[in-house]
T-cell receptor
Framework: AQSVSQHNHHVILSEAASLELGCNYSYGGTVNLFWYVQYPGQHLQLLLKYFSGDPLVKGIKGFEAEFIKSKFSFNLRKPSVQWSDTAEYFCAVKYNQFYFGTGTSLTVIP | KAGVTQTPRYLIKTRGQQVTLSCSPISGHRSVSWYQQTPGQGLQFLFEYFSETQRNKGNFPGRFSGRQFSNSRSEMNVSTLELGDSALYLC??????????????FGPGTRLTVT
């Protein structure tokens, strides 16, 4: 079965710190890649996506992610986090269906 | 454009009962997927429907079933509820399974508690 691994389960950062959340997947074929975010009390929303072209994709709220095919990775980054970035982040891979990671809970301390 | 809607938002049931959850996708979206979200497990895929046909099914027992109607609205049913079925059930819609980009848009979920 295909799988998506998010290595960091809980991350705590101070405001202005840089963020990198890891995501690795197991399927070697053509995939679409996504990061979703779930803010406290809100539903999942799309942060960014990759399906072709430039492997460095930019999303909303200053987030970006880099697709490295050779490493089966799609890591999420943000240069400077804010308190409002406190949320749960999910990496997802789609080839015939969506596969989600178990999520990373990010807490940003003011 | 209205988002994905799910009803009811909260539900409390007793072991052994059955439950039906409803999902209305974004207008124009014809693909609907269902997920079970629990702490520490992330989102577990239940099934996906497109044009009233189940395209994919996750690794859940047969007590979990679903269907899609001609207007793309979808329902999922869980029979003989168990305590472990307590979770947030999410519905997601997308244009079509093979659409370029293919992102899913999620509803707020139905919080099911089984006592």
């Amino acid at each position: 079965a295909q799988s998506v691994s998010q290595h960091n389960h809980h991350v705590i950062l101070s405001e202005a710190a840089s963020l990198e959340l890891g995501c690795n997947y197991s399927y070697g074929g053509t995939v679409n890649l996504f990061w979703y975010v779930q803010y406290p009390g809100q539903h999942l929303q799309l942060l960014l996506k990759y399906f072709s072209g430039d492997p460095l994709v930019k999303g909303i709220k200053g987030f970006e992610a880099e697709f490295i095919k050779s490493k089966f990775s799609f890591n999420l980054r943000k240069p400077s986090v804010q308190w409002s970035d406190t949320a749960e982040y999910f990496c997802a891979v789609k080839y015939n269906q969506f596969y989600f990671g178990t999520g990373t809970s990010l807490t940003v301390i003011p | 454009k209205a988002g994905v809607t799910q009803t009811p938002r909260y539900l409390i049931k007793t072991r052994g009962q059955q439950v039906t959850l409803s999902c209305s996708p974004i207008s124009g979206h014809r693909s609907v997927s269902w997920y079970q979200q629990t702490p520490g497990q992330g989102l577990q895929f239940l099934f996906e429907y497109f044009s009233e046909t189940q395209r994919n099914k996750g690794n859940f027992p047969g007590r979990f079933s679903g269907r899609q109607f001609s207007n793309s609205r979808s329902e999922m049913n869980v029979s003989t509820l168990e305590l472990g079925d307590s979770a947030l059930y999410l519905c997601a819609s997308s244009l079509a399974p093979g659409a370029v980009g293919g992102e899913q848009y999620f509803g707020p979920g139905t919080r099911l508690t089984v006592t």
